[in-house]
């Protein structure tokens, strides 16, 4: 019989001290906030204890946007149901970014993205934490956007920078997704890793009210 823990898949990088997500943006500080060895002194019997604290902006690591985060209007991460996150049918869509940054419609042709998690591999993780990662990064077209909405796509993934082409100042694929109330999550990495399809896709964030980014534990789960 298989062992459950083979058939798991992350999907997220790391979240660490001092590290920059999305240039501009402030890296997260993480600290005790109750450190083991004072703790000592509030029990009897040797017991120590560490809390952890963390200052970060929403956009850190791996995370994903709901609605809201584009919208006033639009669903916060409480507001999304659990149905938009976890336990998605997944399929993934390859375009190397040696083969160009821009994911047009060819890259997902004779894929069935009806109500599935669609990832789109770009092998882009490879830069993460170094400086190339930022700049001249893999993106969806708008065509690409329209198609994964009109095909009833519920969830788009991306292993790159932003799902948006950032050296303009529009951002037509983040207006289309969230406008079809389809969540994004950025920053992914090790979709290479994957199946083309046949696997279950989970990355669900903190309920958290007010709020339309926030990280998330991003994995798979083979489906057989």
């Known amino acids: 019989m298989e062992d459950a823990q083979d058939r798991l898949i992350d999907l997220s990088h790391e979240i660490e001290h001092g590290m920059v997500t999305f240039r501009g943006l402030p890296a997260p500080v993480i600290c005790d906030y109750w450190e083991r060895e004072a703790s000592g002194s509030h029990y009897d019997d040797g017991s120590t204890f560490q809390i952890g604290r963390i200052d970060m902006v929403a956009n850190t690591g791996t995370y994903i946007d709901s609605p809201f985060h584009r919208f006033a209007e639009g669903k916060d991460l409480a507001g999304l149901d659990l149905s938009q996150l976890a336990e998605l049918d997944g399929v993934v869509a390859h375009q190397p970014f040696e083969h160009g940054l821009a994911v047009d ?16 591999h770009t092998g882009w993780d490879r830069f993460w934490r170094t400086e190339p990662y930022f700049e001249n990064h893999p993106f969806l077209t708008e065509a690409a956007a329209r198609l994964l909405v009109d095909r009833g796509a519920v969830l788009v993934g991306i292993d790159s920078y932003n799902i948006d082409d950032t050296r303009t100042r529009s951002r037509p694929i983040h207006t289309t997704l969230l406008g079809a109330d389809i969540p994004i999550v950025e920053h992914m990495t090790n979709l290479g ?32």
């Open 105 to 120: 419609t060819n890259a997902f042709a004779g894929l069935d993205v009806s109500g599935k998690a669609v990832l789109v």
């Open 193 to 224: 890793a994957l199946p083309d399809n046949n696997f279950r896709f989970c990355a669900v964030p903190p309920k958290v009210k007010g709020f339309g980014t926030f990280p998330v534990r991003a994995f798979a789960v083979f489906a057989g």
